[in-house]
C-alpha cells in the first residue's frame, strides 16, 4: 500500500522585496531536513530574494550570494545545512553528479533550488514547491508543501 501524501496550498501577493525576505524568513520556521524547497520562476522574479529571507530565518546573518556562477552554496548553520543551488546555467541534469550532489546529498540538509526544471528527472521529488510570478512592483507567490 502506498502512503498518501497531504499538499496544503497557498498564495500570497508580496509587496516588494522586503515581504518577499519576511516570507522566506516565515516558510524557514516551518522546513526541517531533509526537505526539496523548489522554486520557480522568470529572471528576476526574486527566488534568490526569497533564498536569502529563509536563510536570514535560520539565523544566517552573513551575506547570501545568488549561486549563478558556481551552482551551489552551503551554508551550515548551528542546527540544519542549507545548500543553495541556482540551476540556470546547467548544460544537462548529468551535470549535478559532476557537481558531487550525490555527496551533498548524503547528510540530511535542506536544499533551495532555483531553476529546478533544468535537473528534472534527477532531483528529488519536491516537499516545497514556490511559483514567484512578477506582479507590479511586488510578486504573487504560490506555495505547495507535501508530505507523506
Same mark, same amino acid.
Given at each position: 500500500m502506498t502512503a498518501l501524501k497531504l499538499e496544503v496550498h497557498s498564495t500570497e501577493h508580496l509587496a516588494g522585496d522586503d515581504a518577499t525576505m519576511a516570507f522566506g524568513a516565515r516558510l524557514s520556521l516551518s522546513v526541517s531536513a531533509p526537505a526539496w524547497v523548489h522554486m520557480y520562476g522568470d529572471l528576476g522574479a526574486g527566488k534568490t530574494t526569497l533564498a536569502r529571507g529563509f536563510l536570514a530565518g535560520l539565523g544566517h546573518t552573513g551575506q547570501v550570494r545568488s549561486p549563478t556562477y558556481t551552482l551551489v552554496e552551503t551554508y551550515t548553520l548551528d542546527d540544519v545545512t542549507v545548500h543553495? !543551488?541556482?540551476?540556470? &546555467?546547467?548544460?544537462?541534469?548529468?551535470?549535478?553528479y559532476d557537481m558531487g550532489v550525490d555527496d551533498l546529498a548524503a547528510t540530511p540538509a535542506i536544499w533551495l533550488i532555483e531553476w529546478p526544471e533544468r535537473a528534472e528527472g534527477v532531483l528529488p521529488d519536491w516537499t516545497h514547491r514556490i511559483v514567484l510570478d512578477v506582479a507590479g512592483t511586488g510578486?504573487?507567490?504560490? !506555495?505547495?508543501?507535501? &508530505?507523506?
Amino acid at each position: 500500500m502506498t502512503a498518501l501524501k497531504l499538499e496544503v496550498h497557498s498564495t500570497e501577493h508580496l509587496a516588494g522585496d522586503d515581504a518577499t525576505m519576511a516570507f522566506g524568513a516565515r516558510l524557514s520556521l516551518s522546513v526541517s531536513a531533509p526537505a526539496w524547497v523548489h522554486m520557480y520562476g522568470d529572471l528576476g522574479a526574486g527566488k534568490t530574494t526569497l533564498a536569502r529571507g529563509f536563510l536570514a530565518g535560520l539565523g544566517h546573518t552573513g551575506q547570501v550570494r545568488s549561486p549563478t556562477y558556481t551552482l551551489v552554496e552551503t551554508y551550515t548553520l548551528d542546527d540544519v545545512t542549507v545548500h543553495h !543551488l541556482d540551476l540556470y &546555467r546547467l548544460g544537462s541534469a548529468d551535470e549535478l553528479y559532476d557537481m558531487g550532489v550525490d555527496d551533498l546529498a548524503a547528510t540530511p540538509a535542506i536544499w533551495l533550488i532555483e531553476w529546478p526544471e533544468r535537473a528534472e528527472g534527477v532531483l528529488p521529488d519536491w516537499t516545497h514547491r514556490i511559483v514567484l510570478d512578477v506582479a507590479g512592483t511586488g510578486r504573487d507567490v504560490s !506555495l505547495t508543501s507535501r &508530505r507523506a
